[in-house]
């Protein structure tokens, strides 16, 4: 759950007007100062649906199905400049359905009948949602009335008229992508009907329209409240109100990968230690967070992708790779968008986001983090 250099896109699509925000959580205001840009659209106005999926903007007619595909550049008068990257008609995605987008997947919901697709996101292609559904099937329990919230790998199921929520794991290879139990469920009192949630990074923006009222929370997938404790930050937008709309950016860091330019190493497991003392392996829970694992068979399979002369570590056979979160630093496996490199320090594994060491709290909690001021482990590669 990254929160590298994040956008917040203020539209109103009425009048067509924008204005881009930096999105401070350390500020008193999280969209503190002046805006980065504003101007006003010509052909995004009223009708239409924009969808942020990582370095791109999918603005999309329900009505005609139609859609064109923008590259986000926040350092440009006009965020989406230039021309469509893609542009076409979608005969099945139209009103009421509800696009999402979870890392590199576009989830396409109906409310109505709980139906549910799950697309690939390629912006390399003529349609930037190619081929089949990766999934498909229908909720019988999340229908009209609920609004889904994507959250790093997790989906937040919440039910605005009666403030209750669960949290869904995101798991793009199950048959159901939103599988099993819910991780965390019950019901807030204060965040209800009226109030939008905005997902930014490791934050989520509660946001209330007709006052302008905001709350800034936290978000924690394992605190039994996922948005526990006190608000962050709290207050009013004079110019952010009704009629507005507000979604999160984040700024092109990573481009999509070369095959040209990338190289893959043989595969390995990490075999992690303190000095002398073996410890266990590199290892991920159920919701693609890294753990110390003490049992071998569990460990996974990684390789080194190096691309650009950055090194990344990714899961064999799969797009996931390794990468640091906000806040306490966890250490959890992303798509390519949130890929962030590691570099060995002698017998240690630095992240190159926050310049900190693989290390581990206790093997009661299990997790990995990147974290100096905890128990920093020895790393060495093994033969699977």
């Given amino acids: 759950m990254l929160n590298i250099n994040r956008y917040v896109l203020d539209w109103v699509p009425d009048n067509g007007g924008y204005r881009l925000w930096d999105f401070d959580p350390t500020s008193h205001d999280p969209l503190p100062g002046s805006a980065v840009q504003s101007g006003a659209w010509s052909t995004i106005r009223s009708g239409h ?8 903007v999918l603005d999309w007619v329900p009505d005609t199905g139609g859609y064109r595909l923008w590259n986000f550049d926040p350092t440009s008068r006009d965020p989406l400049p230039g021309s ?5 008609a979608w005969s099945t995605i139209r009103s009421g359905h509800v696009l999402i987008p979870v890392g590199n997947y576009v989830l396409d919901w109906v409310p109505e009948t709980g139906g549910y697709r799950l697309w690939n996101f390629d912006p ?6 190619p081929g089949s559904a990766v999934q498909s099937g229908t909720w019988s329990t999340i229908r009209s009335g ?3 919230i994507p959250v790093g790998n997790y989906v937040l199921d919440w039910v605005p008229d009666n403030g209750g929520y669960r949290l869904w794991n995101f798991d793009p290879t199950s048959h159901d992508p939103l599988p099993g139990s819910a991780v965390q469920s019950g019901t807030w009192s204060t965040i209800r009907s009226g109030h ?8 989520v923006l509660d946001w209330v329209p007709e006052t302008g009222g905001y709350r800034l929370w936290n978000f924690d997938p394992t605190s039994h409240d996922p948005l526990p404790g006190s608000a962050v930050q709290s207050g009013t937008w004079s110019t952010i109100r009704s009629g507005h709309s507000l979604m999160t950016l984040a700024e092109p860091t990573n481009a999509t990968p070369s095959a040209t330019t990338a190289v893959v190493t043989d595969e390995f497991k990490v075999c992690l230690s303190i000095g002398e003392v073996h410890m266990g392996w590199l290892g991920q829970d159920s919701s693609q967070w890294a753990i110390l694992v003490t049992d071998r068979e569990q460990a996974l399979n ?3 992708y190096v691309n650009k002369g950055i090194v990344y570590y990714r899961i064999k056979g799969t797009e996931r790779y390794m990468s640091v979160s906000d806040g306490d630093a966890y250490v959890g496996f992303y798509s390519w968008q949130g890929a962030r490199g590691f570099t060995r320090d002698r017998s240690h594994l630095r992240s190159e986001y926050n310049h900190q060491k693989l290390s581990f709290h206790s093997k009661e909690n299990g997790y990995l983090y990147s974290r100096d001021d905890y128990a920093i482990l020895d790393v060495k590669y093994e033969k699977p």
């Fill in 49 to 56: 649906v924009l969808i942020p999926v990582g370095n791109y």
């Fill in 84 to 88: 469509a990257v893609q542009s076409g």
């Fill in 124 to 129: 390399t292609s003529h349609d930037p949602l």
């Fill in 146 to 148: 609920h609004v889904l």
């Fill in 196 to 203: 939008v949630l905005i997902p930014v990074g490791n934050y």
């Fill in 302 to 304: 990684l390789e080194l």
